[in-house]
T-cell receptor, first 113, second 112 residues
Framework: GDSVTQMEGPVTLSEEAFLTINCTYT??????LFWYVQYPGEGLQLLLK?????DKGSNKGFEATYRKETTSFHLEKGSVQVSDSAVYFC????????????FGQGTELSVKP | SAVISQKPSRDICQRGTSLTIQCQVD?????MFWYRQQPGQSLTLIAT?????????ESGFVIDKFPISRPNLTFSTLTVSNMSPEDSSIYLC?????????FGQGTRLTVV
């Protein structure tokens, strides 16, 4: 079945460091791919998305490129801030699955000043 | 964007009892989704609720344990029945608008 695998956390970085959170997926066809973020004490929010191969999603300095050849959607940010501390979830949705999202296990990011 | 209100935000319940979680959306939506997030784990879809029809449950989830109501296009409830400590989780309501999914704040349930 479909699945999403993320790098395990927690990830601890210093402010202004470069961030990569790896995400790979297994799915039939061409799913849409998403990164969601859950800040402490808040609900899940969409961070960015990509709907087809080679699409790049971007938001708030974060980027991820839909790589079909490697079935990956790695999240990157050039310079993290303390306010980026949160749990990040990679997810996919197949177009014929009625809106169901399949999530990775989540990666906790902690950014120290 | 959709705004979703979930109640209660948290509860501590005795084993063997049931809890009903409410989800209210500020706009009409066709499909509503209920997810579970067990401690330290990812989100797993419990069921999809369409107005006017029975909910569709994912593998491993059954209607007797998680009955769902969907009386109109802006509201749904999820009941966690005959609770055990293994039901301690965060339960989240979600709706789809276009390609984007929106989530409620979640209900943190602890069963003692």
């Amino acid at each position: 079945g479909d699945s999403v695998t993320q790098m395990e956390g927690p990830v601890t970085l210093s402010e202004e460091a470069f961030l990569t959170i790896n995400c790979t997926y297994t799915a039939t066809g061409y799913p849409s791919l998403f990164w969601y973020v859950q800040y402490p004490g808040e609900g899940l929010q969409l961070l960015l998305k990509a709907t087809k191969a080679d699409d790049k999603g971007s938001n708030k300095g974060f980027e991820a490129t839909y790589r079909k050849e490697t079935t990956s959607f790695h999240l990157e940010k050039g310079s993290v801030q303390v306010s980026d501390s949160a749990v990040y979830f990679c997810a996919l949705r197949r177009h014929n699955q009625g809106g169901k999202l399949i999530f990775g296990q989540g990666t906790e990011l902690s950014v120290k000043p | 964007s959709a705004v979703i209100s979930q109640k209660p935000s948290r509860d501590i319940c005795q084993r063997g009892t049931s809890l009903t979680i409410q989800c209210q959306v500020d706009s009409q939506v066709t499909m509503m989704f209920w997810y579970r997030q067990q401690p330290g784990q990812s989100l797993t879809l419990i069921a999809t609720a369409n107005q006017g029809s029975e909910a569709t449950y994912e593998s491993g989830f059954v209607i007797d344990k998680f009955p769902i109501s969907r009386p109109n296009l802006t509201f749904s409830t999820l009941t966690v029945s005959n609770m055990s400590p293994e039901d301690s989780s965060i339960y989240l309501c979600s709706v789809l608008q276009g390609i984007e999914a929106f989530f409620g704040q979640g209900t943190r349930l602890t069963v003692v």
